[in-house]
């Protein structure tokens, strides 16, 4: 079976190299994990999107640093669930989309369909909202002509993908740095305390009104089911030496490589919480506007622009900027590959058609909805994906404790009890 599951996976990695830019996993151990990097910071934009800005900088002036262990218990259990659609990719070589749409009678795998195309909508709906506002806050653009340029970027940007996906990869890495930097540059304005935010990662607490809807929020901005079609894809994209010690290898190269994009996605969202909770909680907002009550992306802003000053505004703005970007990017490119799994189109039409599927629809949406309802389409969003999350999750639980489909490498009893 540990031969058998190896040989598909070689296969699988060829075809994926060959089309998406792969590389012979050879060499020193050092070298060899290099050649996995890339896939997790694809995955971890989605955990970085400007739903999770809203969520964290509403979290942080509400319950300062007390939250700061969801996020943390949230990304271990985001770790685990991504690990298991990367590792159900490297040993049956086909990922979640394929497996349903092969699995599954037919109008199960069609509704299947029906709800992974919404969900990638619905993750879309935040990546354009949040790009359209960094851009009038950067350069001042009317929201719908960010609209347009949103779209019009991430058509471009996914032309990257015929170069081969690890230009993707280094690009979507670009904009998680920068995001970093952005955050980083203004939380060293603000200095908050080192032993409080501690305190807050692993004392768990529950204090003040509405914690346990703020804590559900952290958690529910967590909710990305596409990401479980897209992981169990770009792990298919590196080549593999049939054999039984590559599949461990690859298992565990790639929950390295995971594990470490997921925790600078961690790092970046204690930064946003921590700058919101330091600025408000020590009331060093006292304008007339109250920004901090009303805390949104837009008055985010406004907020920075009056306490840290104008350039350090626009540091948001571009932070606002890669998240957007970049989380539009992803979330087309997820639909990419559910499309081409449960559809069996050929590549050349995905490539044309899937984008527009997701686009389309997304762009009629936050034009209706405008700027002023931003906050209300990203809570509606967050509620689509919520529903939808399951319809992804379970397939994936099911098959990564198939023993019939990936051998020895299925889920423990314990695990699959849980």
């Known amino acids: 079976m540990e031969a058998a599951a190896a040989s598909t996976v070689a296969s699988s990695g060829q075809q994926g190299d060959d089309a998406a830019g792969g590389v012979h996993v050879q060499g020193p151990r050092w070298k060899r994990f290099l050649a996995y990097v890339g896939p997790g910071f694809l995955i971890s934009m989605a955990y970085l999107d400007p739903s999770n800005l809203q969520t964290d900088l509403q979290a942080g002036y509400s319950h300062r640093y007390e939250l700061l262990w969801v996020l943390l218990l949230g990304f271990i259990f985001v770790l685990i669930i991504q690990s298991l659609a990367a590792k159900l990719g490297i040993v049956t070589g086909r990922h979640l989309a394929e497996l349903c749409m092969s699995e599954y009678p037919k109008p ?53 993908q015929s170069y081969g996906v690890r230009k993707l990869e280094f690009m979507i890495a670009v904009f998680m740095l920068i995001m970093a930097s952005c955050f980083f540059i203004e939380l060293s ?12 990662l692993f004392i768990p607490r529950l204090k003040g009104h509405y914690a346990i809807s703020d804590a559900v929020a952290l958690i529910s901005a967590l909710v990305v089911p596409h990401n479980l079609f897209l992981h169990s894809s770009l792990v298919s994209s590196r080549k593999l030496p049939s054999s039984s010690e590559a599949v461990k290898d690859a298992s565990v190269f790639f929950l390295l490589e995971n594990a470490f994009a997921l925790f600078l996605a961690l790092v970046i969202n204690v930064a946003i919480v921590s700058l919101s909770g330091t600025i408000c909680a020590d009331n060093l907002s006292l304008d007339d506007t109250n920004t901090c009550s009303s805390l949104t992306l837009k008055s985010a802003s ?93 397939p994936l639980l099911k098959f990564s404790s198939c023993c019939s489909m990936i051998g020895p490498y299925k889920n423990s009893t314990w695990f699959s009890f849980l």
């Open 108 to 160: 199960v795998r069609y509704g299947l369909w029906f709800f992974a195309e919404l969900g990638v909508i619905a993750a879309t709906i935040p990546g354009v909202l949040g790009t359209a506002l960094a851009y009038n806050m950067v350069l001042d653009l009317p929201f719908w002509a960010g609209v347009l340029i949103c779209a019009a970027t991430v058509i471009l940007l996914l032309g990257l």
């Open 189 to 200: 304005h603000v200095n908050p305390p080192m032993n409080e935010l501690i305190e807050g």
């Open 302 to 394: 406004v907020l920075f622009k009056n306490i840290l000053g104008r350039s350090r505004s626009i540091f948001y703005g571009l932070a606002l900027l890669a998240s957007g970007q970049s989380c539009a990017v992803v979330t087309t490119y997820s639909g990419q590959y559910i499309m081409q799994g449960f559809s069996g189109m050929r590549v050349f039409i995905i490539y044309l058609f899937a984008p527009c599927l997701t686009m389309v629809p997304t762009l009629i949406i936050c034009g209706i909805g405008g700027a002023l309802r931003v906050r209300q389409l990203i809570n509606i969003a967050a509620v689509i994906l919520s529903f939808v999350l399951p319809f992804a999750l379970v």
